[in-house]
């Protein structure tokens, strides 16, 4: 009976063993832990470029965020706020201008092919005027950063408190892909409320609740 136990906690052990190896070793989450998910979206944006090199504020794209519970996806008609007039990198424009310049005629108008699909999205053509050929319809964006159903989580509460949205979405401004950086757990969240009721938010003191019910109720 004693060498049965004494068999049974070995393999335990050894069964532990493997699986904190894979643990720290290969990536390998609990169900529910999304962290490092990277999924490949519709378009290629870049927020290495637009939140990084021209220090778009996030709150101009994802303005959801000061005033609702989500922060959104921006509509294909705040990409065209600027997209109206940006439609391809400078490279590809300064080589149009240049054959165009060599070839004795006007420049095209360039617009690039992840641009394009903004424009596809929105049934415009390429000068970014209503195509009769072309239905509009919504860019199917991945959503990366999910909680679950029974969990209440408020963007506004957070941002007007003065949390930075790297806290949690990690510096996005150096990702050319987006990717959960965060576990997002219970504890995490859980631990981050601890530790801003001592060193508070920017400067400024919070109490951050740790009730169950703030966000199970």
């Known amino acids: 009976m004693g060498k049965k136990i004494t068999t049974y906690v070995l393999l335990l052990g050894i069964a532990l063993g ?16 999304n962290q490092d998910y990277e999924p490949t979206q519709p378009i290629a944006f870049s927020h ?7 220090q778009i504020d996030c709150n101009y794209c994802h303005f959801g965020a000061e005033q609702s519970r989500h922060a959104g996806i921006p509509p294909a008609n705040v990409c065209m706020n600027c997209h109206k007039f940006v439609t391809a990198p400078l490279g590809a424009i300064q080589a149009e201008d240049k054959l165009a310049t060599k070839e004795n005629r006007p420049p095209k108008k360039v617009v690039s092919t992840e641009i394009a699909k903004i424009y596809d999205a929105l049934a415009l053509d390429s000068e970014g005027k209503p195509d009769p050929a072309k239905q509009p319809k919504p860019i199917e964006w991945v959503k990366i950063h999910n909680v679950p159903d029974f969990v209440y989580f408020d963007h506004r509460a957070h941002v007007n408190a003065g949390v930075d949205c790297q806290k949690c979405h990690g ?10 950086v965060e576990t997002l757990a219970m504890g995490w969240c859980v631990n981050c409320h601890r530790e801003v009721n001592k060193i508070g938010v920017n400067g400024k003191a919070v109490q951050a609740s740790q009730n169950c019910t703030t966000c199970h109720y």
């Open 48 to 54: 290495r470029l637009h939140a990084g090199e021209l």
């Open 18 to 33: 493997v699986l904190g190896f894979f643990v720290a070793t290969a990536g390998f989450h609990l169900p529910g832990n």
């Open 171 to 180: 510096n996005v401004g150096t990702m050319e892909v987006v990717r959960q």
